[in-house]
T-cell receptor, first 110, second 113 residues
Framework: AQSVTQPDIHITVSEGASLELRCNYS??????LFWYVQSPGQGLQLLLK??????LVQGIKGFEAEFKRSQSSFNLRKPSVHWSDAAEYFC????????FGAGTTVTVRA | KAGVTQTPRYLIKTRGQQVTLSCSPI?????VSWYQQTPGQGLQFLFE???????NKGNFPGRFSGRQFSNSRSEMNVSTLELGDSALYLC????????????FGPGTRLLVL
């Protein structure tokens, strides 16, 4: 069965510093991968997705992710973090349903 | 386009009661999926509806049910509520089922006392 793993439960980063969130997937075929963000008490907002083609995908809010088949990874990055990026981030893979990782909580310190 | 809407946003019930949650998908989207989010289990798939038919179901007891109407709006029902049903229930819509991008609503926060 398809699955994703997010190894980091919590990451703290300084405002203005770069951010990288890890995601590893397990899927037999070419996976359809997503990153979602959730602010406290809110639903999930789609940041970006990878279906095929260019392995570096751009998303909203200045985020990007790189699909690496050799490493079964789909890591999310942002060059310079803003305080408003504090949230929980979920990586997910889809076949008929979304299977989510456990999430990574990002704290931004001033 | 308006996003996915869910009502109510917050709900408090007592054990043994039943509850119905509603979801209106993005206009033109015909597939609706439901997810349960809890601190212990994370995000788990409940079921998916397309063209008023349940296409897939997650590993939840029969107390959890749903339906979809001809206008694609969906409801989910939980009967005989248990304390463990306290969760954020998220609805997501997509144009069609399968490997499509799903867009989420704000969720319904259910507290069972």
């Amino acid at each position: 069965a398809q699955s994703v793993t997010q190894p980091d439960i919590h990451i703290t980063v300084s405002e203005g510093a770069s951010l990288e969130l890890r995601c590893n997937y397990s899927y037999g075929a070419t996976p359809y991968l997503f990153w979602y963000v959730q602010s406290p008490g809110q639903g999930l907002q789609l940041l970006l997705k990878y279906f095929s083609g260019d392995t570096l995908v751009q998303g909203i809010k200045g985020f990007e992710a790189e699909f690496k088949r050799s490493q079964s990874s789909f890591n999310l990055r942002k060059p310079s973090v803003h305080w408003s990026d504090a949230a929980e981030y979920f990586c997910a893979v889809v076949d008929y349903k979304l299977s989510f990782g456990a999430g990574t909580t990002v704290t931004v310190r001033a | 386009k308006a996003g996915v809407t869910q009502t109510p946003r917050y709900l408090i019930k007592t054990r043994g009661q039943q509850v119905t949650l509603s979801c209106s998908p993005i206009s033109g989207h015909r597939s609706v999926s439901w997810y349960q989010q809890t601190p212990g289990q994370g995000l788990q798939f409940l079921f998916e509806y397309f063209s008023e038919t349940q296409r897939n179901k997650g590993n939840f007891p029969g107390r959890f049910s749903g339906r979809q109407f001809s206008n694609s709006r969906s409801e989910m029902n939980v009967s005989t509520l248990e304390l463990g049903d306290s969760a954020l229930y998220l609805c997501a819509s997509s144009p069609s089922p399968g490997e499509e991008t799903q867009y989420f609503g704000p969720g319904t926060r259910l507290l069972v006392l």
